[in-house]
């Protein structure tokens, strides 16, 4: 069973850039499609990007789509998130999660990283 690691989080000023990874371990990551999610305090999960199994399609909320990219290596086993022109808005902690279908509800996913924090400061 697929397990997922991120990393990359940190500090940065408004109008920065941070690169997101989420690492697997396991034989089946390219059997599943990998989102990104995001939670500040006291709010639940917010959809950020999925990726396909393929890396061939990719799906963004709209927060995301002119600022995140995601992309996806399955000979590594690693997806990354790139996120551009950061707002103190997108400060949370930032997970991975693997699922059957790139779907933008964090239901529809069944394996999770332990998160990292981003915190943009203004």
């Known amino acids: 069973q697929v397990q997922l690691v991120e990393s990359g989080g940190g500090l940065v000023q408004t109008g920065g850039s941070l690169r997101l990874s989420c690492a697997a371990s396991?034989?089946?990551?390219?059997?599943?499609?990998i989102a990104w999610f995001r939670e500040a305090p006291w709010q639940g999960r917010e959809f950020v990007a999925v990726?396909?199994?393929?890396?061939?399609?990719?799906i963004y909320s709209d927060s995301a789509k002119d600022r995140f990219t995601i992309s996806r290596d399955n000979a590594k086993n690693m997806v990354t998130l790139q996120m551009n022109s950061l707002k103190p808005e997108d400060t949370a902690i930032y997970y991975c999660?693997?699922?059957?279908?790139?779907?933008?509800?964090?239901?529809?996913?069944?394996?999770w990283g332990q998160g990292t924090q981003v915190t943009v400061s203004s």
């Open positions: 999660a693997a699922g059957s279908d790139p779907w933008p509800q964090a239901g529809g996913y069944r394996v």
């Open positions: 396991g034989r089946t990551f390219s059997d599943y499609a």
């Open positions: 990726i396909t199994q393929s890396g061939r399609s990719t």
